[in-house]
Nanobody, 124 residues
Framework: QVQLVESGGGLVQPGGSLRLSCVAS????????MSWIRQAPGKGLEWVSG????????DYAESVKGRFTISRDNTKKTMYLQMDNLKPEDTAVYYC?????????????????RGQGTQVTVSS
């Protein structure tokens, strides 16, 4: 079955950087577009970014555009999210899921296609 394992979160000061990873198994990773989704405390799921199956296509939520960079390495079955210039409002649990567009990714995560998540806390 589909397994996704997120890692790389932590506590960072505003303006700092983190790099998240999502290791996939149980499906043919190179064929699947993927996304990052986050959930802040007391709030709903928010789509953050998506990457096409080859890695050439990417898309971002307006709130992270210019600060976050999504990428993938199909040989390692791994997706990444480089997060720079972090802000307190980026504090959330970050999940990876299948799907590129916001609607599709939210549908997939609603179907349980996600890992355990990785906590990102931005605070001074």
């Amino acid at each position: 079955q589909v397994q996704l394992v997120e890692s790389g979160g932590g506590l960072v000061q505003p303006g700092g950087s983190l790099r998240l990873s999502c290791v996939a198994s149980g499906f043919y990773f190179p064929s699947w577009p993927m996304s990052w989704i986050r959930q802040a405390p007391g709030k709903g799921l928010e789509w953050v970014s998506g990457v096409g199956s080859s890695g050439r296509s990417t898309d971002y939520a307006e709130s992270v555009k210019g600060r976050f960079t999504i990428s993938r390495d199909n040989t390692k079955k791994t997706m990444y999210l480089q997060m720079d210039n972090l802000k307190p409002e980026d504090t959330a649990v970050y999940y990876c899921t299948q799907g590129y567009a916001e609607e599709r990714a939210l549908q997939m995560i609603g179907n349980g296609v996600r890992g355990q998540g990785t906590q990102v806390t931005v605070s001074s």
